[in-house]
């Protein structure tokens, strides 16, 4: 079993930055690939970035990235998202999640814990 909890969320404006946290526990964690999504209102839950524990660098979709940075903590089991350069179309609940891919980029079906979500709000 594998917990995940985000924190740092909140209202922004434009060309500003937040960064997200999750802390992670479970005995299992460094199996999995560790994820952000986002869902906007009335929009499908997508894909933002992913990073493995084992290291290596994280992967991100073109439309955050260089502007979206993922971080991992093995010391602390934390996974973190700095977001720079906020944009009112990143507005979106942000949602850390666990799961297994052939590939980097995760799809909902491939994740098997989700965080309960923060809300991020970017004001124009």
């Known amino acids: 079993q594998v917990q995940l909890v985000e924190s740092g969320g909140g209202l922004v404006q434009a060309g500003g930055s937040l960064r997200l946290s999750c802390a992670a526990s479970g005995r299992t964690l460094s199996r999995y690939v560790m994820c952000w999504f986002r869902q906007a209102p009335g929009k499908e839950r997508e894909f933002v970035g992913s990073?493995?524990?084992?290291?290596?660098?994280?992967h991100y979709v073109d439309s955050v990235k260089g502007r979206f940075f993922i971080s991992i903590d093995n010391a602390k089991n934390t996974v973190s998202v700095q977001m720079n350069s906020l944009k009112p179309e990143d507005t979106a609940v942000y949602y850390c999640?666990?799961?297994?891919?052939?590939?980097?980029?995760?799809?909902?079906?491939?994740?098997?814990?989700w965080g309960q979500g923060t809300q991020v709000t970017v004001s124009s």
């Open positions: 990073i493995q524990w084992s290291g290596g660098g994280a």
């Open positions: 999640a666990a799961g297994y891919g052939s590939n980097w980029f995760m799809t909902t079906g491939e994740i098997d814990y």
